[in-house]
């Protein structure tokens, strides 16, 4: 298997961090580095659950820290989603592993402008790094194979009636990148989320009963979600991570 090169912008709330056990633990990926935003959760805590995260993976993969409000200096939350500590107030002890001191855009626009190889970017979160890095050093718009994004609604928001999470955070880094000359870029709206296969109690099951950690610290964070979703509802139907 040919791996694809990888970078995985985000800020590590329940949702991001299942997402990032999936592309690590993936052997189609060689993920060269995981930058972190301000957007779920204060940064300091993307930071520490994205970590954790990598720790429980198994994998040793870089950490960067990035911005921590949005370009215009707002900074806004989602505590009420993912829980105080944004990883659904499990209790996951703390890394033994430590960030990077290299600044996220500084990352990414090195590795870009470097990399002899395609380089594909993958964002969870708000756009204010990847607007921050084609703004110091606009040229990696032509280094950047494809940008797939978690961002925006077609035909409603989560945020606002109009506004999805990611792009309500920093509309001006959304438009900034969404108007920039990456020449393959997608949207990954609000939409596939909602018309998406369900998770049950028996699928967490089956994490529960792998020895693995990533197994483990899937199957808790599944389980906090569906927690949340039934205090917010009082339903049993069951979300998608």
């Known amino acids: 298997m040919i791996k694809r090169n990888v970078i995985i912008d985000c800020d590590t709330g329940v949702d991001d961090a299942l997402a990032l056990l999936l592309a690590i633990r993936w052997p189609g990926f060689n993920i060269l580095g995981i930058t972190n935003v301000a957007g779920n959760v204060p940064l300091p805590k993307v930071v520490r659950n994205t970590l954790v995260v990598v720790q429980n993976s198994g994998k040793n993969i870089p950490v ?31 890394p033994e592993l430590e960030k990077s001191d290299e600044h996220a855009v500084d990352f990414l626009v090195r590795t870009l402008m470097e990399s002899p190889d395609p380089v594909e970017l993958i964002t969870l979160g708000p756009l ?32 606002t009636a109009a506004a999805e999470f990611n792009v309500w955070v920093d509309p001006e880094a959304a438009d900034l990148v969404f108007r920039s000359a990456i020449n393959h870029k997608t949207m990954v709206s609000l939409e596939p989320n909602a018309q998406g296969g369900m998770i049950h109690p028996d ?27 039934k205090q917010y509802t009082n339903e049993e139907r069951h979300p998608t991570p």
């Open 203 to 229: 699928d967490i099951a089956q994490f529960s009963a792998a020895s693995t950690p990533w197994c483990q610290m899937a199957a808790k964070l599944l389980q906090s979600q569906m927690k949340r979703w």
């Open 64 to 94: 960067f820290q990035g911005a921590s409000c949005a370009l215009k200096g707002v900074s806004e939350t989602a505590e009420y989603a993912h829980g105080s500590d944004g990883l659904g107030d499990v209790g996951f002890n703390d």
């Open 128 to 159: 204010t790094n990847i607007a921050l890095a084609l703004l110091k050093e606009p040229m990696i718009a032509n280094k950047i194979k494809s940008l797939v994004m978690m961002a925006g609604g077609i035909d409603n928001g989560n945020s």
